[in-house]
């Protein structure tokens, strides 16, 4: 009997612990940075045609961002996580799509626009390159999604270019 009774203290006192009743760690300016990207989006090319379909949404307790997209050419998915690291006070997005492809990009939010870059590689060429994308919150509530490969810090070239309409109910 007097097991029973101790285990049943502690269980009472655990579930009114204080860590179940913190506040959320990431409900704060810094990390609500991106939510202009947050919802579930049509997206279309430069020439209005349509590049595919994405869903952002807030995960771990409104720590991360996960992104989900899907191509409109049939057979292309791919997964996002983006999130506020504290230890480097920048925004990180770690890609993986179903083609087992990977980018790995950090940034920070400037004015209007989030902008993500990622490490320096080398090509077949010998160039140095790499990946920026920008998101810009647009005030219609649209959002661009601009994809640049830069060579050289001289050659850009647009691997992705589109623009994000939240699809109606």
Same mark, same amino acid.
């Given at each position: ?33 991106? @939510? ?10 430069? @020439? ?48 993986? @799509? ?72």
């Amino acid at each position: 009997m007097r097991g029973f009774v101790l285990l049943f203290f502690t269980v009472i006192c655990f579930s009114f612990s204080p860590a179940q009743s913190q506040q959320c760690v990431c409900c704060n300016e810094k990390h609500a940075e991106f @939510d202009f990207w947050l919802g579930t989006w049509e997206v279309t090319n430069p @020439d209005g045609s349509k590049a595919g379909t994405n869903v952002i949404e807030k995960i771990q307790d409104k720590c991360v961002l996960q992104e989900n997209w899907t191509s409109a050419s049939p057979g292309y998915t791919g997964t996002s996580n983006n999130f506020y690291n504290l230890k480097t006070k920048q925004w990180e997005q770690i890609w993986v @799509d179903n083609k087992g492809a990977t980018l790995h990009m950090k940034g920070n939010k400037i004015g209007n626009q989030m902008i993500m870059t990622t490490e320096d590689e080398t090509n077949k060429e010998g160039k140095v390159f790499f990946h920026r994308i920008t998101w810009t919150d647009i005030e219609d509530g649209t959002v661009r999604q601009l994809w640049e490969t830069i060579t050289d810090n001289t050659e850009v070239t647009v691997a992705f270019d589109g623009l994000y309409k939240k699809k109606k109910d």
